[in-house]
């Protein structure tokens, strides 16, 4: 199951489920078709004890509650099971027209169906692979079975760029307003590790550079993902915007502030096919979920939104600890795994300029010479995550900070002009990186030999 259907999925539960009258019932019959747990199930969505969730599939074997005989005859009555999914199932069967029209036949009329399947990507036999999906074949979907399709949307990350549709019948009851919980919000921790795991590195603050990037660039527009609190979107004296799940708690900010509060993905979801942000920011805070998955995500979100000359500030990609390095949190001060974002950027786009700073209390990275049209971490998303992600151990370079400069005035200072003079040259992004490098390679060279 890869990371964007899963993601997906739960979009799906959160949207359409979660604080509705639907899951407040004392018992739901979920069916998975094509449900065996092969690498992953969408049982992980729903796992509240209301749920009945029944795996059925042609085989017998993990996750696999129903063994079908066919794969176009559910054994089950109609009108009787609340939620119908199905994911990366479809491309898979033959005659897959006949198979929705099973799942509408068993759906309650107050239910609904998920079904995800590719648009693209390569053959991949299960026993055979025989379709990719566009929105106007669920729509035709929809019409041969006489249902309502409520919202289709198509995935940018490949390579599978999963196609997502959610299907009632006709005539059922109106839509109830969802909670909408963010997915990508941390949840409280009271907990504290040992000192040695509280540690921090670095004399300079995170913020001390904010606000020193701020008066080098000379934004005439910021953007801050996170939004945690008011310290660094106070530092922006132009149009700025921050979006965070709590920030529109944030309190009295000055009028060219804007705060938005939702998570990232949700954020960008709902501005998909039109302009998230009124002009390209010049400064961005990236500083939302520790985890390295959103935070990749978050970054590819804002390249498409900016222009050469917009700097990216990222935080948290030096954990002074390997506890505080975690997927799981078991620190007060806690970085998760953004520490992979550096190195899976200089191997996947070694065209961007990437800065290391070595920052209190848990590490800057700056990301320069970007380019709104390149599309290769969109492409290769999945398999990014595939080999990049999970809970490997934090290396010993990221916790030495080997590779990271001290954030230097005269350093700060120089990007900023270099940033701020290329600003209204137009989008000639080999121009801005030649430069940037070279600036990099100086400060660099002067530090180890200081």
């Known amino acids: 199951m890869h990371i964007s259907s899963m993601e997906n999925m739960d979009r799906c539960y959160r949207r359409f489920v979660a ?61 009787s099971v609340d939620i119908v999914l199905s994911g990366q199932m479809l491309e898979h069967c033959e005659f897959f027209w006949k198979s929705f029209e099973e799942m509408v036949r068993v759906l309650k009329p107050s239910g609904f169906i998920f079904l995800i399947a590719p648009s693209a990507g390569p053959i991949h036999r299960y026993p055979v692979d025989c379709y990719r999906f566009y929105p106007d074949a669920y729509a035709a979907l929809a019409r041969y079975t006489d249902c309502e399709m ?7 990350r490949g390579p599978w760029n ?21 997915h990508d919000a941390e949840p409280p921790f009271a907990g504290r590790g040992s000192d ?15 606000e020193k990037l701020h008066t080098a660039l000379k934004p005439e527009s910021y953007f ?31 009028e060219n502030i804007r705060t938005v509060a939702a998570a990232s993905g949700d954020y960008f979801f709902e501005h998909r096919g039109k302009p998230a942000l009124d002009t390209p920011p010049d400064l961005v805070f990236l500083d939302g979920a520790r985890f390295f998955e959103t935070m990749l995500l978050d970054f590819m979100q804002v390249e498409r939104l900016s222009r050469p000359s917009t700097l990216v500030v990222v935080n948290n990609v030096l954990p002074a600890h390997a506890a505080q390095g975690a997927r799981e949190r078991r620190t007060a001060l806690w970085a998760g795994d953004v520490w992979k974002l550096y190195e899976t ?33 969109w492409k290769g998303y999945n398999a990014v995550i595939d080999e990049y992600g999970g ?50 390679k100086l400060f660099a060279s002067d530090a180890a030999h200081a």
């Open 345 to 377: 950027l200089r191997r996947q786009r070694p065209d961007l300029v990437l800065t290391l700073l070595d920052t209190h209390p848990t590490g800057l990275l700056l990301i320069c010479g970007l380019d709104p049209h390149d599309d290769s971490l």
């Open 196 to 210: 040695e795991e509280e540690a921090a590195k670095g004399s300079v603050s995170t913020f001390e550079v904010l």
């Open 162 to 182: 999963d196609l997502t549709g959610i299907f009632r019948k006709k005539g059922a009851p109106a839509l109830p307003a969802a909670a909408q919980p963010a």
């Open 391 to 440: 809970g490997s151990a934090v290396p010993p370079e990221v916790l030495s900070r080997a590779a990271a400069l001290a954030p230097e005035p005269a350093l700060l200072s120089a990007l900023g002009k270099a940033l701020r003079q290329e600003r209204g040259r137009g989008p000639r992004v080999f121009r801005v990186r030649k430069k940037l490098q070279k600036l990099q």
């Open 150 to 156: 409520v919202d289709v949307w198509m995935d940018e």
């Open 19 to 79: 604080g509705t009258e639907l899951e407040s019932r004392e018992r739901l019959i979920v069916l998975d078709l094509g449900g065996a747990d092969v690498n992953g199930s969408y049982r992980d969505v729903f796992r509240g004890p209301q749920y009945d969730y029944r795996g059925a599939d042609l085989v017998a074997g993990e996750g696999v509650a129903i063994v079908l005989e066919s794969a176009y005859e559910i054994p089950l009555e109609d009108a």
């Open 224 to 254: 801050e993902i996170g939004a945690r609190d008011a310290r660094g979107l106070s530092l922006a004296h132009c149009p700025a915007l921050g979006i965070g799940p709590h920030a529109g708690a944030l309190g009295a900010l000055r």
